[in-house]
């Protein structure tokens, strides 16, 4: 549809920018995909591509995750690192704790981390892609989003729309979705 090409035609014009992007849409409507298109549209292509999904991490565990942990000489990479170079993909960003943001925040501004129980900081380069179903501005007017994180995020907003505003390409997901199928399914029809 004219809906989906001008939005691919958006996402081409910004892969090679190093701004972060916020995608926001429905439940459903493919912010992922669209964030792996960017990705691979991307200088960054040739490096990781890695999701967070911002529900799973919560407490000291988020810490951990985003940011690795050293422990008796061993060294446990976060997400941020594990991204290195390349894509951080935060799914649905709102579901993040306050303080989480707060660090995560502060980590991608400084290009660096610092490991639970590490003493030396680890530079960063991370090209930062977020999604929500939500209206963030409101959360952020009601308290349970941080304003800089916003802001920092909403410098290339993308709006995907669901797919009843663009009925006509039912036809064609429906037919790469069955050819899928069959092929992984080594189904005939």
């Known amino acids: 549809s004219q809906v989906i090409s001008d939005l691919r035609e958006q996402i ?3 892969a090679n920018h190093d701004t972060w992007v916020l995608i926001s849409g429905e439940a459903g409507t493919g912010k992922m995909s669209f964030a792996r298109y960017l990705h691979s549209l991307s200088s960054r292509n040739q490096a990781p591509f890695i999701e967070i999904a911002a529900g799973s991490i919560a407490g000291e565990n988020a810490s951990r995750e985003l940011f690795g942990y050293e422990h008796d000489g061993n060294i446990n990479y976060g997400l941020l690192e594990q991204a ?10 709102a579901d993040l704790e306050l303080k989480t943001q707060a660090r995560l925040l ?18 960063i ?5 977020a999604a929500t179903r939500l209206d963030l501005a409101t959360e952020v ?16 907003p993308i709006q ?6 663009h009925p006509e390409d039912i036809p064609e997901l429906l037919a790469f979705y069955t050819d899928q199928f069959v092929s992984r399914d080594n189904l005939k029809y």
């Open 141 to 156: 007017s009601e308290g349970r989003f941080r304003e800089e994180l916003f802001y920092q995020l909403n410098v290339v």
């Open 106 to 123: 502060s980590a991608l501004q400084a290009q660096q981390v610092t490991r639970v129980g590490g003493n030396s900081p680890v530079s």
């Open 84 to 93: 290195n170079n390349g894509t951080l993909f935060i799914d649905e960003v």
């Open 125 to 129: 380069n991370v090209k930062v892609v």
């Open 12 to 14: 081409k014009r910004i």
């Open 160 to 165: 995907i729309p669901p797919l009843r505003d």
